[in-house]
Antibody
Framework: EVQLVESGGGLVKPGGSLRLSCVAS????????MSWVRQAPGKRLEWVAS????????NYVDSVKGRFSISRDNAKSSLFLQMNSLRAEDTALYYC????????????WGQGALVTVSS | DIQMTQAPSTLSASVGDRVTITCRAS??????LNWYQQKPGRAPKLLIS???RLQSGVPLSFSGSGSGTDFILTISSLQPEDFATYFC?????????FGQGTKVEIK
């Protein structure tokens, strides 16, 4: 069974940093692109970033470029999102997802980690 | 960025009803259109990829169609477990973008 478990969310002040982690199980982690997707309260889902299997290619939504960094540790089946210079508008539930794969879909999602940016 | 618009935003239906949800892209995306189901407090679940490819384990009552800019998700006979929020996502190019969601409620 595919499982994705996020951790590292919490309350942080504007300008602060946070690192999200996602541990994967039930599939060969190093065979898949991996992504982060977020959902702010009352808003639609927003794709944040994706990383290739070997970490050699990374893509970001413009609103986080230069502030967020996606990375992975294939030996530990783990995905990370380093978030710096956080803003109130980064407040959201952050999902770890497997993909993009077929049709650039996101085949499996975790339960999410809540990030709240507030003074 | 490609904008994705779903209709309706909310849909009231009864068990056994045929339900259709539409998704429109602001520019052509071929068949790079994916559909997800989300229930309260649960992770999103991929239902259909590539506009019409049903994922393993998804009931045959679900189907998807369309290409270019206009897409449809159909539930042929609504079941109690189908009451949820559905959203589309374009995978044609980054940034991948999502529709605003369609909540299917019990009538």
């Amino acid at each position: 069974e595919v499982q994705l478990v996020e951790s590292g969310g919490g309350l942080v002040k504007p300008g602060g940093s946070l690192r999200l982690s996602c541990v994967a199980s039930g599939f060969t982690f190093n065979s898949y692109w991996m992504s982060w997707v977020r959902q702010a309260p009352g808003k639609r889902l927003e794709w944040v970033a994706s990383i290739r299997q070997d970490g050699s290619d990374k893509n970001y939504v413009d609103s986080v470029k230069g502030r967020f960094s996606i990375s992975r540790d294939n030996a530990k089946s783990s995905l990370f999102l380093q978030m710096n210079s956080l803003r109130a508008e980064d407040t959201a539930l952050y999902y770890c997802a497997r993909g993009p794969s077929s049709g650039n879909s996101l085949g499996y999602w975790g339960q999410g980690a809540l990030v709240t940016v507030s003074s | 960025d490609i904008q994705m618009t779903q209709a309706p935003s909310t849909l009231s239906a009864s068990v056994g009803d045929r339900v259709t949800i539409t998704c429109r892209a602001s520019q052509s995306i071929g068949t790079y259109l994916n559909w997800y189901q989300q229930k309260p407090g649960r992770a999103p679940k991929l239902l259909i990829s590539g506009a019409s490819r049903l994922q393993s384990g998804v009931p045959l009552s679900f189907s998807g169609s369309g290409s270019g800019t206009d897409f449809i998700l159909t539930i042929s006979s609504l079941q109690p477990e189908d009451f949820a929020t559905y959203f589309c996502q374009q995978g044609d190019r980054t940034p991948y973008t999502f529709g605003q969601g369609t909540k299917v409620e019990i009538k």
